[in-house]
């Protein structure tokens, strides 16, 4: 599913001549650097590092590791990554089982006031707390977010930043890839990603890998609107592949109380909306919970004109006026 040489092929391909000092005019039309300049750059003879981009030098010491990682300016998932592949030679990771504990279910329920997931390498959800199963709208167990992020094209308004989601989850599975390079369920994922989206082909060309621990994620909600959460990815210790994902809102913020008014849904109100595109006006299922929490809205003032027009309209997504947003 990956492999060393195709890395360092496409790293070279990205290296700007004169960053490395190497003087350039119109004539030359190779991308990025020869191999005969990575090589020299590298310490390395033409014909070892020819070789490797080949597939036909094995075990690369870490040294020349090093020193290509320098030369190719990779960063530090790219340069872990890079180890990897050079060491799928030797021994090959087996993938973890991703059996959830009955413990750690317990600890996800504990999570009350924020979206909790427990995935995998694969990015499959293996178990969610309840909020997770509003904020998605359908039961957790079951879904793989690489799957609903590019294969499922009515639930894509979910993602309120879809492109930059997409570039995560190629990344996490190129990653994935290295670690795994044997394990078929992953390796039978990419390939139905491949044939079903023309943009996974595309960015998984680029051989692109991303290891995100943190940062924001946007969702826009049918029926409470933009949610701009931060996510967390805490990796369980146990060597298990899995992680534990939280999505929380910042204290006092209109993602806060979007999450407040998602856990005020029952689960039906929050699948069937999932189902409509957002803008469509609230389902009539929906319409009583608005009309009996619109004086309450209405009470806090100045914030509420602010946000007003958005109250009529977007199908209450905006109701509150809340903002708020995984490989995977």
């Known amino acids: 599913m990956d492999d060393l040489a195709g890395f360092l092929r496409t790293r070279r ?23 005969e300049e990575i090589a020299l750059l590298s310490g390395v003879s033409v014909d070892y590092y020819v070789r490797l981009e080949q597939g036909r030098a094995t075990q690369p010491s ?66 969610g707390n309840r909020l997770a199963g509003l904020l ?18 009515a639930e894509r308004g979910l993602y309120a930043d879809w492109e930059n989601c997409t570039l995560d989850v190629v990344g996490h599975l190129r990653l994935a890839a290295g670690r795994y390079p044997e394990d078929p369920r992953l390796a039978s994922l990419i390939g139905e990603l491949a ?7 595309r960015l998984w060309a680029r051989a692109d890998v991303r290891a995100r621990t943190h940062g924001r994620k946007a969702y826009r909600h049918p029926v409470v609107g933009l949610l701009e959460l931060h996510q967390e990815n805490f990796a369980l210790p146990d060597a298990s592949g899995l992680e534990l994902l939280v999505l929380s809102a910042a204290p006092d913020s209109p993602a806060e109380d979007g999450l407040r008014l998602l856990a ?35 009470a806090v003032g100045p914030w509420v004109e602010a946000v007003g027009p958005d109250v009529e309209g977007a199908g209450g997504a905006a109701m509150m006026g809340v903002a708020g947003q995984h490989p995977g």
């Open 264 to 298: 005020g849904l029952d689960a039906d109100t929050a699948v069937d909306p999932r189902r409509k595109a957002v803008g469509e006006g609230p389902p009539e299922a929906v319409r009583p919970w608005v009309e009996a929490v619109r004086p309450w809205v209405e």
């Open 195 to 201: 044939m079903g989206s023309e943009r996974f082909r």
């Open 62 to 127: 870490e040294q020349v590791l090093d020193a290509l990682a320098r030369v190719l300016g990779l960063d530090e998932t790219e340069r872990g990554h890079l180890h990897r592949l050079a060491r799928q030679r030797r021994r090959r990771a087996k993938a973890p089982s991703g059996r959830v504990r009955p413990e750690l279910a317990r600890v996800l329920d504990l999570i009350t006031d924020a979206p909790a997931l427990i995935m995998d390498d694969r990015l499959d959800v293996l178990a």
């Open 13 to 35: 391909s990205r290296v700007d001549p004169a960053v490395v000092g190497i003087p350039t005019d119109r004539r030359r039309r190779v991308e990025g650097l020869r191999r």
């Open 136 to 153: 998605f709208g359908r039961p957790i167990p079951g879904l793989n977010t690489a799957r609903h992020i590019f294969l499922d094209e």
